[in-house]
Each structure stands twice: as structure tokens, then as C-alpha cells.
């Protein structure tokens, strides 16, 4: 074929290709998305994707040894690309499609007639729009809902690596966190978020994904790393983070990327996310402050690493709380999580033995279950309020309880689930490496490139 054949040729196929799509701007039967709420979502979107890349990515591998760098580096790129497509195909149907109180439909799959929607913002998170509830308010389309939501599924298997780091196949990681985002994120994110899901119905308070993201990474990674076995060296040889710095600014990107993690939460720029964004800044401050001051009390001297980590513990513990509570109870919880989970990934881990290699579980499990419980003590009736509870749940017994019920059956599904999915991972690649490709570093061992 020709130039000037192909040029005619591809011209001919515009209008068809025109005609086929769906015109949804111009169908008056769908309400007009609000401007100022879907551009706030865009930025929510972006700041999360940046808490996995770089954020993450560069936390955990300024942790790790030189050695292993560039593969940890690679697993939170990976899984960024892997989830992606994960979501698009089934993740995202099974999660927030009505379904039942369990799972969602296929009516999303391949993100079938996603054009023609949009989504509610409303008080309690996230609700779906025409199509599964039948809202009336409507503020940003579903596509913008969609990708927020795709960078929480994003972030939550990458947190798992943590765990494992230095010892892990790459094979197994793929074909692991393939199926663990189906198997386990969506049905837990169905269960909290979807107006169908069982848990969200019960009364659960998650305003941004204490159970969802960090109870269920926190376990699946406990369960990682004790299926996977300690590191080569562990407990004698030196394993010294490579560059604090990295980490560090790592841990910066977190923080800030989390105001779209937490305030986007609202679906929306208003009152509730400008208090989800105010509470955030505020527990991370004395979460890190919690955790600088324990280490210099029991160590003698606050390490630059644990002031970091002691605010990713805040951030992660006032996540279900940011949009229930007011400043006071988030100067608490971050006070609770900074000094717990130094306590955890210190203590606790040296005491049981367990090679959770850059504390997934010791901050995100520990620090999402502080979050979950302490949401019960000091959520704020009026902002707890949704619309099959216009009285809100106001800080009671009655509601920890509730919360509780949120925290152990999140444990349960996902620690047996990651059980079960590694067995079939093992099964089909093997999951770790030989010790001499371990002794060797991963990136070499499994990249063929190093850091010089």
C-alpha cells in the first residue's frame, strides 16, 4: 500500500470510529459533572499516584542495601504498570459495581460504559452514581473516580514489599500481586466502599482506607515474610540502609501526596475534605514527633530515619479517621501510633523474631488497627453522619466495637487469603531466590544492572 493509499484509508476510518463513541457530553440525560470538584479529584488522583512513584519506591529503596536498590526501585514501578491493567479489566468492576454484599458484578468489565456515568460525592466516602444507587447530586464523572480509586489499588500491594525485601522473585511478585489485587484488595474494597458491601453496611468507619490499604497490606505482609523466611545475614551480617536520604525524601513525597489520599476522600472539594486535610498535617506532626521522642528516650539520640517513619505511621493511622474527626482526637491518634508502632517495628519484632524486613507490618497493620479502633473513640457525630445515619456515629463504646469487627475481618480474609495465593505462587515460579543470588544482590541477580 502506498503513502497516499494509507493517508485515505485511515481518513476513511474517522467517522466511523467518531460515530462509535459514546457522546455523553451531549445525552441531556446525564447531569453535568461540577468543575471545581473534578478538578480537585484530578489533583487527588495525581498526589496518590505519586505517594507509589516516586514515593514509595524511593522510601523503601533508600532502606534497603546498595545491592538491592534498583529491584525494589523496579517492584513499585512494576506493580504500578501490573495493577493498572489489573483494574482496568476486572479490579475495578469487582470492587465498586453493585453486585452483592460481597463482591461486585462484571458490568464494569473492561470499563464497560464507563463514559456514561458519574459519581455522588456524599459525606460517608465513596458512593457510585447512576447505574447502582440512582443519586441525584452528582459531581465528578466516573472516570475521575475510577483512576482516584486505581491509585489506592496501586499503593496497597506495593506497601506489601516491604516485607519481603531482598529475597523475593520478580516472577513471583508479578504473578503474586496480579492475583492478590483480585482476590483480596477487591473484595475487601467492595466490602468497605461500595454501597452493597457488608462491612461499610454494619457501620464501619473507614474514611480513606485503614482497613482497605493498611490493615490489609500490613498482614499480607506479616504472612509474606513468614512463608518467605529471614534474610541471608539476618540478625549478624550489617544491613544498614543505603541512603537515609532517599528515604527521607521518600517519606516527604508521602506526606504529601496523602492529602490526596485523605482529603480526596471526600470526592470533593468541600468542608470535609478541607478537615480530612487539616487532620492529616496534624497527626503525622505528632506521629513523628511520638516516634523521635520514644527513640531518644529508650536509644539515646531521635534518628532522622525514625522521625520519617514515625510520621508515615501517623499518616497511616488518622487515613480511616481524617474525615470523621476533629484536631484534638488526631493530636491523640498520631501521638498513639508515633510511640506503638516504634514500639512494633522495634520491640515487638526483635522479641517474636520475624523478618519483616522494612516494617510493612509493624507500621501499616499497627498503625491502620490504632487508626480503625481510635476512629470509634473520636469520631465526631455531624461529621460522621451518612445518609442511613443522619445522626452520625459519635465516639462510643458501641462504635469501637463496630470497628473492631472491620479490623478482624479484614486480618482474617486477607492473612489467609496471602496464604493461600503464595502456595500457588509457589507452586507455579517458586517465590525466593537461590542464597547466592541473594548473597549477590537482586539487582544484578534478577536486572543485570547495578548502582555504581
Not at 468507619?205 to 485503614?210: I, P, Q, R, T
Request: aromatic share 10%.
Amino acid at each position: 500500500m502506498t503513502r497516499p493509499q494509507l493517508k485515505w484509508g485511515l481518513a476513511s476510518l474517522a467517522p466511523m470510529l467518531l460515530a462509535a463513541a459514546p457522546a455523553f457530553a451531549a445525552d441531556p440525560k446525564i447531569p453535568a459533572a461540577d468543575t471545581g470538584d473534578t478538578a480537585w479529584m484530578l489533583t487527588s488522583t495525581a498526589l496518590v499516584l505519586m505517594m507509589t512513584i516516586p514515593g514509595l519506591a524511593l522510601f523503601y529503596g533508600g532502606m534497603v542495601r546498595k545491592k538491592n536498590v534498583l529491584a525494589t526501585l523496579m517492584q513499585s514501578f512494576a506493580i504500578t504498570c501490573i495493577v493498572t491493567i489489573v483494574w482496568t479489566v476486572a479490579g475495578y468492576s469487582l470492587a465498586f459495581t453493585t453486585g452483592n454484599a460481597y463482591i461486585g458484578d462484571m458490568s464494569r468489565f473492561m470499563l464497560n460504559g464507563l463514559a456514561q456515568h458519574i459519581v455522588k460525592g456524599v459525606d460517608s466516602g465513596f458512593i457510585l452514581g447512576p447505574g447502582s444507587d440512582g443519586a441525584a447530586a452528582q459531581t465528578i464523572p466516573e472516570s475521575v473516580y475510577m483512576m482516584f480509586q486505581m491509585t489506592f489499588a496501586i499503593i496497597t500491594p506495593a506497601l506489601i514489599c516491604g516485607s519481603f525485601a531482598d529475597r523475593m522473585k520478580f516472577s513471583a511478585l508479578c504473578i503474586f500481586i496480579t492475583m492478590w489485587s483480585l482476590v483480596v484488595y477487591s473484595p475487601i474494597a467492595h466490602w468497605v466502599w461500595a454501597p452493597t458491601g457488608w462491612v461499610g453496611n454494619l457501620g464501619v468507619l473507614d474514611f480513606a482506607g485503614g482497613t482497605v490499604v493498611h490493615i490489609n497490606a500490613g498482614i499480607a505482609g506479616l504472612v509474606t515474610c513468614l512463608v518467605l523466611g529471614k534474610r541471608v545475614g539476618y540478625g549478624t551480617d550489617n544491613m544498614a540502609p543505603y541512603n537515609v536520604a532517599y528515604a527521607v525524601i521518600g517519606a516527604s513525597l508521602l506526606w504529601v501526596g496523602w492529602f490526596g489520599f485523605n482529603a480526596g476522600s471526600a470526592v470533593g472539594s468541600n468542608g470535609r475534605a478541607g478537615m480530612a486535610m487539616a487532620v492529616t498535617q496534624i497527626a503525622t506532626a505528632a506521629a513523628a514527633l511520638g516516634w523521635m521522642f520514644a527513640e531518644w528516650i529508650s536509644k539515646g539520640k531521635p534518628s532522622v530515619l525514625g522521625a520519617a517513619s514515625g510520621a508515615v505511621a501517623g499518616l497511616v493511622a488518622i487515613t480511616p479517621a481524617s474525615g470523621f474527626v476533629l484536631p484534638g482526637g488526631s493530636i491523640v491518634i498520631g501521638v498513639a501510633a508515633g510511640v506503638i508502632c516504634f514500639w512494633s517495628a522495634t520491640s515487638l519484632k526483635h522479641m517474636l523474631g520475624y523478618d519483616d524486613s522494612l516494617d510493612a507490618f509493624g507500621v501499616h497493620c499497627v498503625g491502620g488497627i490504632i487508626g480503625a479502633l481510635l476512629t470509634g473513640v473520636f469520631s465526631y457525630g455531624p461529621l460522621s453522619a451518612t445518609d442511613s445515619s443522619p445522626a452520625g456515629s459519635p465516639g462510643s463504646l458501641h462504635q469501637v466495637m463496630i470497628q473492631g469487627i472491620g479490623v478482624l475481618t479484614t486480618l482474617i480474609y486477607s492473612g489467609v487469603m496471602t496464604y493461600v495465593l503464595l502456595m500457588i505462587t509457589k507452586a507455579l515460579v517458586g517465590l525466593r531466590v537461590t542464597e547466592d543470588e541473594e548473597r549477590e544482590g537482586l539487582d544484578l541477580a534478577l536486572h543485570g544492572e547495578q548502582i555504581f
